[in-house]
């Protein structure tokens, strides 16, 4: 498989972009999604050989980008995945040669020995980490990718809403999942990122003994527990639509039916998620969401569950960056600036001892003034 070619194109253009930025004339790519990103280059489905079907490193540089690993169709030149692993040094060489007259090449996760290679073939070259430069790029989405992420996540609510009768006294957690995965099969999408999450909620603190410390009470591991009434069922998941990841998640009553304490819980819930986008536009840093979901929540633990975020960006198969709402603090957050074309994932949390808890998540893309919807408000 491979990605269209607009889309690796625009993709393409953005990451020599971030290279220019960062000074660096080749980058050598070994993560799966950097490659993807780079050259479009997915595994080869159906192929028996598992090195022959595995794109294993791209070299890109302000005129080409090769890939190395996959069928001969796809690379020039042929060089096959188990030669690249298994003979460090020829495929340094393979990949010095690539680089061309490069002075400066960045480099991700490599395995060492090849490293080890390449830091001798390329001598007198400044070889250094690529991560940040490849990051900054994908954090920005094309309108190509937003519309695959919208699409996908269409896909996923839709298939949700089929689900939620289904939570009802009796029922499993585990049991859920079937009818969801069989829901979406039936839209074409199987590929699961994040495993569907079916949870019952607690209601006190004692109830969630495993809390980490400084967050709310919160449960994210579902097991064989049958679902009472009333019972405050958290749902998550992450299913991946052309390789673009669609998170689903909202907080559903066993049995349809919220109670008054429901209520005031999704009513917090919502005026967090809007005091957020209420500053949420290009120009604004990380630092004034966390800020503007602190002072809507009032004082307490942070709302959302510990160590998760507030926010995080979304992308080709799963959790990237921006994050906002971690453990490095507002004087990290404070240097990430969003840029029109970002795609956030809100995820705040509403909890009050007795009451229970609340989650939902809410997908938006940032514009210069603002931002726009990429998924229906929670159900």
Excluded: N
């Amino acid at each position: 498989m491979i990605d269209p070619a607009p889309l690796r194109a625009a993709r393409l253009a953005r990451l020599r972009a971030a290279m220019a930025e960062a000074g660096q004339e080749a980058l050598v790519l070994t993560a799966a999604g950097a490659i993807r990103y780079a050259t479009g280059a997915v595994p080869l489905h159906g192929d028996s050989s598992v090195e022959r079907a595995r794109p294993f490193v791209a070299v890109v540089t302000p005129r080409a980008a090769h890939v190395l690993g996959v069928e001969p169709a796809f690379v020039p030149p042929d060089v096959p995945a188990h030669v690249l692993a298994r003979e460090p040094a020829r495929a340094a060489d393979t990949l010095a040669e690539l680089c061309g007259r490069a002075r400066r090449v960045g480099v991700d996760r490599m395995p060492f020995a090849i490293g080890e290679a390449l830091a001798r073939a390329l001598r007198d070259v400044v070889v250094e980490a690529c991560d940040t430069t490849v990051l900054a790029a994908r954090a920005v989405k094309t309108p190509a990718e937003i519309a695959l992420l919208a699409e996908g996540q269409r896909a996923t609510e839709s298939a949700m809403a089929e689900v939620l009768p289904a939570i009802v006294p009796g029922v499993r957690e585990v049991e859920l999942t079937g009818r969801f995965l069989a829901a979406m099969a039936e839209r074409g999408v199987t590929a699961c990122h994040v495993e569907p999450l079916w949870c019952a909620l607690p209601r006190r603190a004692e109830e969630a003994p495993w809390t980490f410390a400084g967050g709310p009470p919160y449960r994210e591991l579902p097991d064989e527990r049958v679902l009472r009434a009333g019972d405050q069922v958290m749902i998550d998941t992450g299913m991946l639509h052309a390789g673009y990841l669609a998170d689903f998640g909202c907080t559903w009553p066993c049995g349809g039916e919220r109670s008054a304490g429901d209520l005031v819980l999704r009513t917090r819930w919502l005026a967090i998620v809007d005091a957020v986008l209420g500053v949420c536009r290009a120009g604004a840093t990380a630092a004034a969401l966390h800020r503007a979901a602190r002072a809507a929540a009032g004082p307490g633990a942070p709302p959302w569950p510990v160590p998760l975020y507030l926010a995080h960006g979304i992308g080709l198969g799963g959790v990237e960056p921006p994050f906002i709402g971690t453990d490095l603090g507002l004087a990290a957050e404070e240097r990430i600036v969003l840029q029109a074309g970002m795609v956030l994932v809100l995820e705040p949390y509403a909890f009050e001892e007795g009451l229970g808890g609340y989650r939902a998540e809410q997908t938006i893309a940032v514009t210069e003034t603002g931002w726009t919807p990429l998924s229906a408000p929670p159900p």
